[in-house]
């Protein structure tokens, strides 16, 4: 099955290349002659249940494979749980699944917390955390936690690159930030911070909100005081629609920065009012169902028919839709290129690396061996191999000024990766 590119950025973890399976076969707890047990953990209930619009379209792909043959002849068994954002819980079941269960991998399971609370466990056990859901880049630590991969691009280099965004569009200006007081929120501040550099004393004021909350009404009324004329949101989608909402029930309109996990239309800005979302910028690794630019791109159109016949209570508006459907996407071609050979060894190292990617976007353009976000070779930082991204700023209020910025500029931050930076309008 090939890869069909859903991906706006360098982001492939493997490559559609061939491998003949050995002449015996192997395979570890977890497969059988005809079943593969894939486990994973999601938030379905909880403060961050938004998120397991991921799970359900994972269940659906897998669905999806299993109906058109399986893995060389094997049928995945997709077996996933709530945790309801409780580390404690996400533990207990991750061992559930394992002991009992006997799955082969754990693939996909989302939340920083949660997949730290098993890091050390499913190592010790030498089953493969694979693909994390989480932008840490505690997953990116291959000689300690060898059996650990991400996949998405890291939460500190978005926020370089919000920095950079900030630095090329809107020099000078005041910065406030609103962000989650956890890994995932002090991660993008951190990034937010080193990306400005000797500027980073335009930050006037940043206040920490607990996932738990339900509002964050004060908050935005105590950075509207410090006189912000940017401000920078991270954290979950629920506290990110009222955010907004409550910016324009104060009259207060800044340059609104969205962090990429809050950058859905069903679970943010729909429920923040999109008029109250207009101007909103976000950024993106994902090709993006909603932009007329990729409104002919073959794997976009691929994945609306999955969506319709697979998953017809999705949301196509619901970017994590996408993500879940890449991230499943992955996996499979991982397990394809395995062959016979489904060790959980074999899984890790065909998911750390391939060669020869046929197509990438249209932001870059490298060619040869690809590594999974997360999983780098030689970095132990987000800054590393390569040290561009692309602010495209179409359909934004200041398109002229950024786009009479020169290449020099636009690609200085040194993040690691490419991100698109883009501007909500209504429909």
């Given at each position: 099955?090939?890869?069909?590119?859903?991906?706006?950025?360098?982001?492939?973890?493997?490559?559609?290349?061939?491998?003949?399976?050995?002449?015996?076969?192997?395979?570890?707890?977890?497969?059988?002659?005809?079943?593969?047990?894939?486990?994973?953990?999601?938030?379905?209930?909880?403060?961050?249940?938004?998120?397991?619009?991921?799970?359900?379209?994972?269940?659906?792909?897998?669905?999806?494979?299993?109906?058109?043959?399986?893995?060389?002849?094997?049928?995945?068994?997709?077996?996933?749980?709530?945790?309801?954002?409780?580390?404690?819980?996400?533990?207990?079941?991750?061992?559930?699944?394992?002991?009992?269960?006997?799955?082969?991998?754990?693939?996909?399971?989302?939340?920083?917390?949660?997949?730290?609370?098993?890091?050390?466990y499913l190592n010790e056990k030498k089953v493969p955390q694979l693909f994390v859901a989480s932008g840490d880049e505690e997953w990116a630590h291959p000689k300690s936690f060898p059996w650990t991969m991400g996949w998405q691009p890291a939460f500190r280099t978005e926020g370089r690159v919000f920095a950079n965004y900030i630095q090329v569009a809107y020099p000078d200006r005041k910065i406030a930030v609103l962000?989650?007081?956890?890994?995932?929120?002090?991660?993008?501040?951190?990034?937010?911070?080193?990306?400005?550099?000797?500027?980073?004393?335009?930050?006037?004021?940043?206040?920490?909100?607990?996932?738990?909350?339900?509002?964050?009404?004060?908050?935005?009324?105590?950075?509207?005081?410090?006189?912000?004329?940017?401000?920078?949101?991270?954290?979950?989608?629920?506290?990110?629609?009222?955010?907004?909402?409550?910016?324009?029930?104060?009259?207060?309109?800044?340059?609104?920065?969205?962090?990429?996990?809050?950058?859905?239309?069903?679970?943010?800005?729909?429920?923040?009012?999109?008029?109250?979302?207009?101007?909103?910028?976000?950024?993106?690794?994902?090709?993006?169902?909603?932009?007329?630019?990729?409104?002919?791109?073959?794997?976009?159109?691929?994945?609306?028919?999955?969506?319709?016949?697979?998953?017809?209570?999705?949301?196509?508006?619901?970017?994590?839709?996408?993500?879940?459907?890449?991230?499943?996407?992955?996996?499979?071609?991982?397990?394809?290129?395995?062959?016979?050979?489904?060790?959980?060894?074999?899984?890790?190292?065909?998911?750390?690396?391939?060669?020869?990617?046929?197509?990438?976007?249209?932001?870059?353009?490298?060619?040869?061996?690809?590594?999974?976000?997360?999983?780098?070779?030689?970095?132990?930082?987000?800054?590393?191999?390569?040290?561009?991204?692309?602010?495209?700023?179409?359909?934004?209020?200041?398109?002229?000024?950024?786009?009479?910025?020169?290449?020099?500029?636009?690609?200085?931050?040194?993040?690691?990766?490419?991100?698109?930076?883009?501007?909500?309008?209504?429909?």
């Amino acid at each position: 099955m090939p890869i069909n590119n859903l991906l706006s950025v360098s982001f492939f973890a493997v490559a559609l290349v061939t491998t003949s399976a050995p002449a015996a076969a192997q395979q570890d707890t977890g497969t059988t002659g005809d079943e593969i047990r894939i486990g994973n953990i999601m938030p379905y209930t909880g403060p961050m249940a938004a998120f397991a619009t991921i799970g359900r379209t994972e269940a659906a792909f897998f669905e999806r494979v299993n109906e058109r043959g399986g893995i060389n002849g094997r049928k995945i068994k997709f077996i996933s749980v709530d945790d309801s954002s409780n580390p404690r819980e996400a533990a207990a079941q991750t061992r559930r699944l394992v002991e009992q269960e006997n799955v082969l991998l754990m693939f996909g399971s989302f939340g920083t917390p949660g997949n730290l609370a098993v890091r050390q466990y499913l190592n010790e056990k030498k089953v493969p955390q694979l693909f994390v859901a989480s932008g840490d880049e505690e997953w990116a630590h291959p000689k300690s936690f060898p059996w650990t991969m991400g996949w998405q691009p890291a939460f500190r280099t978005e926020g370089r690159v919000f920095a950079n965004y900030i630095q090329v569009a809107y020099p000078d200006r005041k910065i406030a930030v609103l962000w989650e007081n956890d890994e995932f929120g002090r991660d993008l501040f951190r990034g937010l911070r080193e990306g400005l550099g000797d500027t980073a004393d335009l930050i006037v004021a940043d206040i920490a909100f607990d996932v738990s909350d339900n509002s964050a009404d004060s908050q935005l009324e105590i950075l509207k005081d410090s006189g912000a004329e940017i401000l920078v949101f991270n954290g979950a989608p629920a506290i990110a629609a009222r955010a907004i909402r409550r910016a324009a029930e104060l009259d207060w309109h800044p340059v609104f920065l969205l962090n990429n996990a809050s950058a859905s239309i069903a679970s943010a800005l729909r429920p923040a009012g999109l008029q109250n979302a207009v101007g909103v910028i976000s950024t993106a690794f994902l090709k993006d169902a909603g932009d007329t630019m990729w409104r002919e791109d073959p794997a976009i159109k691929e994945w609306t028919a999955f969506m319709d016949k697979y998953y017809p209570d999705g949301d196509k508006d619901d970017g994590y839709a996408l993500y879940g459907y890449a991230a499943a996407e992955t996996l499979v071609q991982v397990l394809i290129q395995c062959g016979g050979d489904l060790s959980r060894e074999n899984i890790m190292r065909l998911g750390g690396v391939a060669e020869g990617i046929p197509k990438l976007d249209r932001a870059a353009r490298h060619r040869g061996r690809y590594r999974p976000f997360g999983f780098p070779s030689d970095r132990a930082d987000a800054a590393g191999a390569v040290r561009r991204q692309c602010v495209a700023a179409d359909r934004r209020r200041n398109r002229e000024r950024v786009h009479q910025t020169s290449r020099q500029q636009l690609n200085s931050c040194p993040a690691s990766l490419v991100y698109k930076v883009r501007s909500w309008l209504p429909k």
